[in-house]
């Protein structure tokens, strides 16, 4: 992506006392296109194929703010949040969470278990609480198996979020 088409890309993003949001149309003529939600998609496949972080990073900003995000980009954000590539698997796991879907319950348990080495700093593990909520917000048999399996996880915090959210959902926390 170009520095021109990165920086008006990065205004759109809501910054503390800024309304502006910046100026998507801007966005939209710099690509000549007047199709935001296709531009999102487009971009974050470009990103995706290129392994580029940056430009996935920036195409998950033109994405929400063109509202892209939708169910056929579900199998995209399930198969990103494996990859060591890129580092928003936070926003992943928020995405996948608002699918409330039994298809990705699997990828939300995996980002309870497994620790990019860009956030291994993290001693609070908000990744994997960030999953956990998520998978309590998925109806459905496989994530309450999914959250029962965390019960017997090593970490503790781990364990009681889980309880947590199987008391939230009315399922018995043993």
Not at 10 to 18: E, H, I, N, Q, S
Not at 22 to 38: W, Y
Not at 66 to 93: C, K, N
Request: glycine fraction near 8%.
């Amino acid at each position: 992506m170009t520095p021109e088409a990165e920086k008006l890309i990065l205004a759109m993003v809501y910054r503390p006392g800024d309304v502006s949001g910046g100026d998507p149309g801007a966005v939209l003529r710099h690509f000549g296109t007047d199709d935001g939600v296709e531009l999102g998609r487009r971009l974050l496949r470009e990103a995706v194929e290129r392994n580029d972080a940056t430009d996935f990073e920036l195409a998950l900003v033109v994405c929400g703010r063109f509202g892209a995000i939708d169910e056929s980009l579900m199998p995209l954000f399930v198969d990103q949040s494996y990859t060591d590539w890129q580092t928003r698997h936070e926003e992943l796991v928020s995405i996948l969470g608002r699918y409330k879907s039994p298809q990705t319950v699997d990828a939300l348990y995996h980002a309870t278990q497994w620790i990019p080495e860009y956030l291994d700093f993290d001693e609070a593990r908000a990744l994997a609480h960030k999953a956990i909520w998520a998978l309590g917000g998925t109806p459905g048999p496989e994530a309450t198996a999914a959250l029962t399996r965390l019960l017997t996880d090593k970490d503790e915090t781990l364990h009681e979020a889980a309880a947590k959210q199987l008391r939230r959902r009315g399922e018995p926390v043993t």
